[in-house]
């Protein structure tokens, strides 16, 4: 049996499909840190989310703008990760 260890390669890889696959609002995310709660029964994701930010003049034109990476988390039970990534693989087998 494998123990998938706190911010193992496979661990955030795994949190990556899962929130690519199964959250629409978080599809595009750079997972940097994937971690187990103290009980074990959620995953503590740690994501980049990309955002615009703009600064407009008293007119309300656009002055300048720019993208920051702002730091954000997410916490995952973990059933809900294993029947999610269950389902993923499943229908991958399934194309083959």
Do not use: W
Not at 5 to 30: A, G, M, P, T, W
Not at 56 to 70: A, L, Y
Not at 72 to 87: C, G, K, R
């Amino acid at each position: 049996m494998t123990v998938i260890q706190d911010n193992s390669h496979d661990l955030i890889k795994s949190v990556q499909v899962y929130l690519r696959e199964f959250n629409r609002d978080l599809h595009d995310v750079k997972v940097t840190a994937a971690r187990f709660s103290p009980c074990g029964s959620d995953i503590i994701a740690q994501y980049n989310i990309q955002r615009m930010v703009k600064v407009t003049n008293p007119f309300g034109e656009v002055v300048s703008q720019k993208t920051i990476n702002q730091p954000e988390s997410v916490a995952i039970p973990v059933q809900d990760f294993q029947l999610a990534l269950l389902v993923h693989l499943t229908a991958m087998l399934h194309k083959f």
